[in-house]
């Protein structure tokens, strides 16, 4: 997954150098985490995981505060939808909401 990621991130990257070298980074990286959570102990790892699942929450609640408008915007009009009693659709020209697909 995390090789995905990174090919993705690197999509628009036209040296075939860079984005090759990122790529071990991350193979060497990977390689060396899992080095470690064998010969370190429980809490350790434990301590660890603690620590990436703490980092992907304050990533989360950057993206939550980032698309935090537009989001409220389609609720508010899902709500007035649904007590219009007709079935509910989204439709981002009428909410303002730039480049979204549906």
Do not use: H
């Amino acid at each position: 997954m995390a090789e995905t990621n990174l090919r993705y991130l690197t999509r628009n990257v036209r040296n075939l150098l860079v984005v090759s070298g990122s790529l071990r980074a991350l193979q060497l990286l990977i390689l060396i985490a899992t080095v470690m959570g064998c010969v370190s102990s429980a809490g350790a790892a434990w301590t660890l995981g603690d620590i990436g699942v703490g980092l992907m929450a304050w990533l989360n609640i950057v993206g939550i505060l980032v698309i935090q408008k537009p989001a409220l915007k389609a609720l508010k009009d899902y709500e007035r939808q649904q007590k219009q009693g007709i079935d509910p659709t989204f439709n981002p020209r009428e909410l303002g909401i730039e480049n979204a697909d549906y």
